[in-house]
């Protein structure tokens, strides 16, 4: 097979990063069909950061605050957040998020995530979840991690209910998706309600 010299792989790199700031050193050595080692050295001469660096980056950049609920309730780390529009949460699947005999992650985690996201991004004191539509497409599995992105498909104005679509990633390959109704304030019960319908394959 055909090396590509450094200059041209380079750009590539520099380019899958822009698009996706997420993507982990294995995964580039895949793309780029190169080793982790020349990746690692490539990152270097171009002065990019490793991933947990970026995303410290772009935890650090000023994104709207989170209105609707604590930020210590939001399931993962926010990365971005434009209230009524859309946000990015990042979730790392450790060990206490899986089965022990498979590792495999609980459904309920990455349902989590998507489900908390999809309250935060929301531009209200008060936002609960009145159903959700939902289909996990692959497991998420030990080590990997879970980028989450919602986006607001209806905001429901002031009172009402808002649509929000959220897509979970690993890597490029997705492994949930949700569209959810969200409850905005006025009018809402104590209680959470709604249903959930659950698609598995």
């Known amino acids: 097979m055909e090396r590509v010299p ?3 792989r380079h750009q590539q790199l520099s380019k899958l990063l822009e698009e996706n700031p997420f993507l982990t050193d294995r995964e580039l050595t895949r793309l780029l069909k190169v080793s982790i080692q020349t990746i690692r050295l490539d990152r270097l001469e171009l002065a990019i950061p490793e991933l947990r660096e970026r995303l410290k980056m772009m ?9 609707s609920l604590p930020l ?7 990365v971005d957040l434009q209230l009524d529009k859309s946000g990015i949460s990042i979730f790392e699947i450790t060990g206490e998020h899986v089965f022990s005999r498979s590792g495999i992650a ?24 009145s159903s959700a539509d939902i289909r996990f497409v692959r497991p998420a599995r030990l080590g990997e991690k879970c980028i989450a992105k919602a986006y ?5 104005g002031q009172k009402g209910k ?8 690993v890597g490029e ?10 409850y905005r304030s006025a009018g ?9 319908r659950e698609n598995r394959h």
């Open 162 to 169: 808002a649509k929000v679509e959220v897509f979970t990633y």
């Open 106 to 129: 609980r459904g309920h985690h990455v349902f989590a995530q998507a489900n908390s996201l999809a309250v935060a991004v929301i531009n209200d004191e008060i936002a609960l979840t």
């Open 6 to 8: 450094k200059r041209q």
């Open 152 to 156: 607001v498909r209806s905001s429901g």
């Open 188 to 196: 809402v019960s104590e209680h959470e309600g709604g249903e959930i």
């Open 72 to 78: 210590h309730e939001v399931i993962g780390d926010i």
């Open 59 to 67: 935890a650090e950049r000023s994104y709207d605050p989170v209105k």
């Open 173 to 182: 390959e997705m492994v949930f998706q949700g569209n959810f109704v969200i």
